[in-house]
């Protein structure tokens, strides 16, 4: 695996986090609540997002919302007000979590007027780019990865083999009908492949591997060009993977880092309820007495249904 971080190299400055959905799944909760903010434990999802970029030496979050979602932009505000609140009651743990989002990075707000597609969305951060800036990075806020270490063993691969790097990570064959999928060639590093193409949402006999794309992309500059050529698909949406693919084409170098870890669907209850039982458990604060509580639970559980 490439993954020793050169200081001398070009590293990942502005990260692009897509963040304008209406969040459907979540209904009824996010009438009046973006998900982003949806807590996993006690952070925010968009917060677990930015100290991952932070992680990576990211200064710059570029969130790409919608004109009536800006409650996700003021998370990262100061807050001086609770802040002082909180100090004079003593509350130092609780006034450190409140300044922790205004202190990782410099959010920089993005707005997108219509939902129409990831790709159009990424072509949207062009602006906000410095012209030093040959590549960016793009994390979904829906996809949490653990070790959060994928940007930056992607970013050196960017700097060792050119191009863009996306994260790959391996699903059972039968699942490939709900995900991107990647034709891959190997290489001679450990962990890392060659993409020749992708297959969005192929049945399973179709499916070039069971490697598919999860929400960490290092792209080059390039793909700015490519959106701008590639022509809307279903609902008029720019799709990310079509540009991706039509760098392929034109002989771009993309490769994908596999993950080896753990990755947690923020974007429906399904995911979303692991996600916090598997912070939760970690967590040294929650972590014992959950684990007790969802043992018992889970006996309750097998008793009632007879398992």
Do not use: C
């Given at each position: 695996?490439?993954?020793?971080?050169?200081?001398?190299s070009?590293?990942?400055?502005?990260?692009?986090?897509?963040?304008?959905g209406?969040g459907?799944?979540f209904?009824?909760?996010?009438?009046?609540?973006?998900?982003?903010?949806?807590?996993?434990?006690?952070?925010?999802?968009?917060?677990?997002?930015?100290?991952?970029?932070?992680?990576?030496?990211?200064?710059r979050l570029?969130?790409?919302?919608?004109?009536n979602?800006?409650?996700?932009?003021r998370?990262?505000?100061?807050?001086?007000?609770?802040?002082?609140?909180?100090?004079?009651?003593?509350?130092q743990?609780?006034?450190d979590?409140?300044?922790?989002?205004?202190?990782?990075?410099?959010?920089?707000?993005v707005?997108?007027?219509?939902?129409?597609?990831?790709?159009?969305?990424?072509?949207?951060?062009?602006?906000?780019?410095?012209?030093?800036e040959?590549f960016?990075?793009?994390?979904?806020?829906?996809d949490?990865?653990?070790?959060?270490?994928?940007?930056?063993?992607?970013?050196?691969?960017?700097?060792?083999?050119?191009?863009?790097?996306?994260?790959?990570?391996?699903?059972?064959?039968?699942?490939t009908?709900?995900?991107?999928?990647?034709?891959?060639e190997?290489t001679?590093?450990?962990?890392?492949?060659?993409?020749?193409?992708?297959?969005?949402?192929?049945?399973?006999a179709?499916?070039?591997?069971?490697?598919?794309?999860?929400?960490?992309?290092v792209?080059?500059?390039?793909?700015?060009?490519?959106?701008?050529?590639?022509?809307?698909?279903?609902?008029?949406?720019?799709?990310?993977?079509?540009?991706?693919?039509l760098?392929?084409?034109?002989?771009?170098?993309?490769?994908?880092?596999?993950?080896?870890?753990t990755?947690?669907?923020?974007?429906?209850?399904?995911?979303?309820?692991?996600?916090?039982?598997?912070?939760?458990?970690r967590?040294?604060?929650?972590?014992?007495?959950?684990?007790?509580?969802?043992?018992?639970i889970?006996?309750?559980?097998?008793?009632?249904?007879?398992?």
């Open positions: 695996m490439v993954n020793d971080r050169d200081e001398a070009p590293w990942v400055k502005t990260v692009v986090v897509p963040a304008a209406m459907t799944r209904l009824p909760a996010t009438k009046t609540v973006p998900k982003e903010l949806l807590p996993v434990v006690d952070t925010p999802g968009i917060e677990l997002i930015a100290e991952e970029a932070a992680a990576v030496g990211a200064d570029a969130i790409v919302t919608a004109p979602k800006q409650e996700v932009m998370h990262f505000e100061a807050f001086p007000d609770l802040v002082e609140t909180l100090e004079a009651r003593g509350k743990s609780q006034s979590k409140v300044k922790r989002a205004h202190s990782l990075l410099h959010p920089i707000a707005e997108q007027e219509k939902p129409l597609g990831l790709g159009h969305a990424v072509g949207l951060a062009e602006s906000v780019l410095t012209d030093e040959e960016f990075g793009v994390m979904l806020p829906d949490i990865v653990l070790p959060n270490n994928a940007m930056e063993q992607m970013v050196a691969v960017r700097n060792k083999l050119g191009g863009s790097v996306l994260l790959a990570v391996e699903v059972p064959r039968e699942q009908f709900n995900y991107g999928v990647f034709d891959i190997a001679e590093e450990d962990g890392v492949k060659k993409v020749v193409g992708m297959v969005e949402k192929p049945e399973p179709d499916a070039p591997s069971n490697l598919v794309a999860t929400g960490r992309y792209l080059d500059k390039k793909i700015f060009d490519a959106l701008r050529r590639i022509t809307p698909g279903k609902g008029g949406e720019l799709q990310l993977t079509d540009a991706i693919e760098l392929i084409q034109e002989g771009e170098p993309v490769h994908v880092v596999v993950h080896e870890g990755r947690h669907d923020l974007g429906n209850p399904g995911g979303y309820i692991p996600a916090n039982v598997d912070f939760g458990l967590s040294e604060v929650y972590g014992p007495a959950l684990y007790t509580q969802l043992k018992k889970i006996a309750n559980y097998e008793a009632e249904k007879g398992l």
